[in-house]
């Protein structure tokens, strides 16, 4: 079973050269510690940044650069500040390959709900909607159940959709799954110590599931 991090070093071998990306909140963020040496990448926040480096370490943090997620980062040479509206107008033009998002739940069908909870307050959407509607490739990082145990991949959302048949692949603590076209979850990987049994108990939506399933390659 993979902690957050391991989560994050997983999705990091998604990222292909020369990809530009978009990380959400939450465990996307981790993702920027973990891409592969050799493989140039650059990062976009929706707040306007492109060519974020990984966090900084304790006490060289600067207040002046966050992401949207309003986490401190750091930044490459050559990276680049400019306002939201230009952000959005990258995003809205697919001019980004691949966005890492978190969410609360996704159906068999793709649709993901990651910004609301009934009754909980929250600020906004913030980017989610824009980049779901308009991103190329879209993997989802996340919690496969919930602390009570129960699955987060669901037949359908129970919670506010932010977008429909959206997410290609989702990487949690228990496995990789990709999103078939025509509905339904399939196993592609496990993670190390988990059978492929216990994730089909964990998973509430439709799972295609092979008892040979590979574990996954986090080297």
């Not at 990984?54 to 949207?68: K, T, V």
């Not at 506010?160 to 509905?183: M, N, Q, S």
């Not at 190390?192 to 092979?210: C, E, F, H, N, Q």
């Amino acid at each position: 079973m993979l902690d957050k991090n391991g989560i994050a070093r997983r999705i990091a071998k998604e990222i292909k050269d020369g990809y530009y990306v978009n990380l959400g909140i939450g465990i996307p963020t981790l993702v920027a510690n973990y891409i592969p040496d050799g493989i140039n990448v650059v990062l976009q926040s929706e707040n306007g940044l492109l060519g974020m480096g990984p966090f900084p370490f304790e006490g060289e943090e600067d207040a002046d650069l966050i992401n949207a997620g309003k986490q401190t980062i750091t930044t490459l040479p050559g990276s680049s500040v400019f306002d939201s509206a230009l952000s959005f107008g990258m995003i809205r033009s697919q001019k980004i390959d691949l966005t890492i998002l978190g969410a609360m739940e996704v159906s068999e069908y793709g649709d993901i709900a990651n910004w609301k909870i009934p009754g909980k307050m929250v600020k906004g959407m913030g980017g989610a909607m824009d980049l779901v509607a308009s991103a190329k490739n879209i993997i989802v990082a996340m919690q496969h159940v919930n602390k009570a145990g129960e699955s987060k991949l669901l037949k359908a959302c129970t919670l506010p959709l932010t977008g429909v048949r959206c997410i290609k692949k989702i990487v949690t603590e228990l496995a990789v799954l990709d999103v078939l076209p025509e509905g339904g979850f399939k196993l592609l990987e496990r993670a190390p110590g988990v059978s492929v049994d216990y994730i089909k108990t964990s998973t509430s939506g439709r799972l295609i599931a092979d008892d040979q399933t590979p574990e996954m390659d986090l080297g």
